[in-house]
């Protein structure tokens, strides 16, 4: 019976873990970097909160094409009084120079109106408008800016799990050259052909490796975590990548004056600095729309009725109604439209030295951008050649210490340079496609 238990019970553990690993599996998403760059672009919830402030823009063009167009409202209004109101001129009660009163009327008033106005003539309109339609062009533009962002900050990531992933495979290798070792040196010693000393360093060398190793598994759960953050999906999902760290064949490195052209055309940063002097001309003509006429055609309806004890069912309702133009004329403001209108210039002159500035900026970026290309560039080629040299001296050493011609110093010596040479290549490929995120960056490019 005992035995039957212990099957069914690593029947359901089994069923269970399987059930597990279909879930697991099921909950990972492969990814390349141009679908992680696709994704955080589509569902990245700061791009989100940007979006609404399009849609906000599209709500302030709204409200400046109303001052275009007519208005209409319906009043009413109850009163009771409880003294009438008084009419001076009638009644009985004159005396000497003191002009007569009478009250009358009844002690319930209501009156409903409706007014409409129609603004055939509003200068303050149009400028409203197109500085409305300008905002909404800025909030598209910054929109832009964002995505160039969030997708630089992608691919820094995504790069960055690719090269935790490649350290932690030499890592790998690494420890294993060293577990070899060690077994080795402790073969050795037994046998009385080695030295205890041999034997400490080769287990110092595997123990050394093992944080190393731990450190980068938490750095790349880390970066997952980030990953799926910056793209927007379900934190507990979890992610593989499928592209791979390398370099395209025949690149290029672009030339600074090409590069400055074409950031100076296509940066979304640039693009809002220049619509900025727009709304700030924009801001100008509104501020002098505030000194001209604005002509409307106006009309009203009102009826109007009085009552006693609120009994308007039995009462009189009288009707009154008119239709004309009106005109207004501000004469004096306090110099308030003055100020306006020099603090909208005074904004255009600061628009204007901004972008003068960032352009200057942009000559220095771009400079920084191309320099830091040509010299990671330059240190991979070299790290190319030195591990290629460190594997090609560890492979000697290897060779001569299993004929019993090198010592196990000299072959540790050569793993560790062999290591070394590998992270110090692997580290200035990502520091040189890192620039290239940074020149895409620059450029204005996703």
Request: hydrophobic share 40%.
């Amino acid at each position: 019976m005992n035995n039957k238990k212990k099957i069914v019970y690593t029947l359901l553990l089994s069923a269970g873990f399987l059930l597990f690993r279909v879930h697991t599996i099921a909950q990972s998403l492969s990814l390349s970097l141009p679908d992680a760059v696709s994704l955080a672009i589509k569902n990245n919830r700061s791009l989100k909160v940007s979006a609404l402030d399009i849609d906000k823009a599209g709500e302030d063009i709204r409200i400046a094409r109303s001052l275009a167009l007519p208005a209409a409202s319906l009043g009413g209004q109850y009163l009771h009084y409880f003294t009438l109101p008084a009419f001076f001129g009638f009644g009985e009660n004159g005396g000497g120079d003191k002009v007569p009163y009478s009250r009358m009327g009844g002690r319930d008033q209501f009156a409903a109106t409706l007014s409409v106005a129609y603004p055939i003539y509003n200068p303050l309109a149009r400028p409203a408008l197109k500085e409305a339609q300008l905002n909404q062009h800025v909030r598209r533009t910054t929109q832009k800016f964002n995505e160039v962002d969030v997708a630089a900050a992608v691919k820094q990531i995504y790069l960055g799990m690719l090269v935790i992933n490649e350290r932690l495979q030499l890592q790998y290798e690494s420890l294993q050259r060293n577990e070899k070792a060690l077994q080795d040196a402790r073969s050795l010693l037994a046998q009385g052909r080695g030295l205890r000393v041999d034997t400490l360093r080769a287990y110092t060398s595997v123990k050394n490796l093992q944080p190393d190793i731990l450190k980068l598994n938490y750095a790349l759960q880390v970066g997952k975590q980030q990953l799926v953050t910056l793209i927007g999906i379900d934190s507990v999902q979890d992610v593989q990548l499928t592209d791979s760290l390398a370099l395209a064949k025949d690149e290029q490195i672009p030339v600074a004056e090409v590069v400055y052209e074409e950031a100076k055309t296509q940066r979304p940063d640039l693009q809002i600095l220049a619509i900025n002097q727009q709304i700030s001309d924009q801001l100008v003509l509104q501020a002098k729309a505030q000194r001209l006429p604005v002509v409307s055609l106006v009309g009203q309806y009102q009826v109007q009725s009085q009552a006693k004890g609120a009994n308007f069912f039995d009462a009189y309702w009288p009707s009154a109604s008119f239709a004309g133009a009106q005109v207004v004329l501000p004469l004096f403001t306090g110099y308030k439209n003055r100020a306006r209108i020099s603090q909208a210039k005074i904004n255009k002159d600061q628009s204007v030295v901004r972008l003068t500035d960032a352009q200057q900026k942009l000559k220095t970026e771009v400079a920084q951008v191309i320099a830091n290309l040509n010299e990671t560039f330059e240190r991979m080629k070299t790290q190319v050649q030195v591990k290629e040299t460190a594997k090609l001296s560890y492979d000697i050493i290897q060779y001569r210490y299993s004929k019993g011609v090198a010592s196990r110093l000299e072959l540790t010596d050569a793993e560790l340079a062999l290591t070394t040479a590998q992270l110090n290549y692997l580290e200035a490929v990502f520091e040189y496609l890192s620039a290239r995120i940074e020149l895409d960056r620059t450029r204005g490019r996703n």
